[in-house]
């Protein structure tokens, strides 16, 4: 089939070479354009965009579909459109260009985690389990019967980061098998089922650790919100990123905010304690967690 394909972030390019070396035909790429990057603001092209050029294929970027983007892919003719977290919404008339319509890569077992987060949510709410939905893309958020999907375990430890890393190469291999479903005429659609759970965008406020929670309860909040929006907490009346943490061990007593530093960084929750690896000072480099707490001035405590 002739593809459209949408996306923008890291977690999109798997899915575009996948599809790219796949049996059928990108031909077209849209993504978000270039953005201001860094402290110096240079514009720099999304990771599908250079993934993209890197593969020879033609690319769009837009900021929405618009109008104007909407005529250029209609005369593409594709047979079927495909969207890894492009960043903007479908619509009519774009919704229906395509032959097979549209489809949508999502990186939760829907309808658990409808939106923009649902890694991060997953991983603040505990989930041992998420996985990746191949869906068909309707008007509604995250409403369309499912294609394709497989379930993925979490790791312990692991981060939001690292889980979309690996729901992203995991995700493609279903969008490809989906796709080849829905060229041969075998593509099964099944209505979602269960309660629909929202997971909204996250904010800086989000990244917050509140150390009068449970243990368990602050970690899962540092690795939902890492690397983004990013886990902090205060000291003093100054900001202190989370960049690595680690449970610690059961036996560790401490009040909320306490600090106990050995040999590792210990902060108390309501019922243990959060082992501090790596942190970023405002305004200051990162580096390890001892070693800011070595610097520190005066006595530390968290809030």
């Known amino acids: 089939m002739r593809l459209i394909f949408a996306g923008t972030p890291d977690a999109a390019v798997p899915s575009l070479?996948?599809?790219?070396?796949?049996?059928?035909?990108?031909?077209?790429?849209?993504?978000?354009?270039?953005?201001?990057?860094?402290?110096?603001?240079?514009?720099?092209?999304?990771?599908?965009?250079?993934?993209?050029?890197?593969?020879?294929?033609?690319?769009?970027?837009?900021?929405?579909?618009?109008?104007?983007?909407?005529?250029?892919?209609?005369?593409?003719?594709?047979?079927?459109?495909?969207?890894?977290?492009?960043?903007?919404?479908v619509r009519e008339p774009l919704l229906s260009a395509p032959r097979h319509g549209w489809v949508n890569l999502h990186f939760s077992l829907l309808p658990r985690w409808r939106g923009a987060a649902p890694v991060q949510r997953a991983l603040i709410a505990g989930d041992?389990?998420?996985?990746?939905?191949?869906?068909?893309?309707?008007?509604?958020?995250?409403?369309?019967?499912?294609?394709?999907?497989?379930?993925?375990?979490?790791?312990?430890?692991?981060?939001?980061?690292?889980?979309?890393?690996?729901?992203?190469?995991?995700?493609?291999?279903?969008?490809?098998?989906?796709?080849?479903?829905?060229?041969?005429?075998?593509?099964?659609?099944?209505?979602?089922?269960?309660?629909?759970?929202?997971?909204?965008?996250?904010?800086?406020?989000?990244?917050?650790?509140?150390?009068?929670?449970p243990a368990a309860r602050v970690f899962a909040r540092y690795r939902g919100c890492t690397p983004e929006p990013g886990a902090w907490t205060v000291v003093g009346e100054r900001r202190l990123k989370v960049l690595d943490a680690v449970p610690a061990p059961a036996t560790t007593r401490l009040a909320p905010g306490e600090v106990e530093a050995g040999g590792a960084v210990l902060v108390g929750c309501a019922d243990g304690a959060l082992q501090l690896v790596r942190v970023q000072p405002e305004g200051r480099p990162a580096m390890a967690a001892a070693d800011w707490l070595r610097g520190a001035s005066a006595a530390v405590r968290f809030s």
């Open 17 to 89: 070479e996948a599809l790219s070396a796949s049996a059928h035909e990108v031909v077209r790429v849209v993504t978000r354009p270039p953005a201001p990057l860094g402290r110096k603001r240079v514009l720099t092209p999304s990771p599908v965009q250079r993934a993209a050029e890197r593969l020879g294929l033609p690319v769009l970027p837009a900021a929405r579909l618009d109008p104007e983007a909407t005529e250029v892919l209609a005369a593409d003719g594709a047979d079927l459109a495909v969207v890894v977290a492009y960043g903007g919404l």
């Open 128 to 213: 041992e389990v998420v996985g990746v939905d191949v869906f068909r893309l309707e008007a509604g958020l995250d409403t369309g019967p499912v294609i394709g999907e497989q379930r993925v375990p979490v790791d312990a430890l692991e981060t939001a980061g690292a889980l979309l890393d690996r729901l992203s190469r995991v995700g493609a291999e279903v969008l490809v098998d989906a796709v080849d479903r829905i060229a041969d005429g075998t593509a099964v659609l099944r209505e979602q089922e269960g309660e629909p759970v929202l997971a909204p965008k996250l904010g800086l406020q989000d990244g917050r650790l509140d150390w009068t929670e």
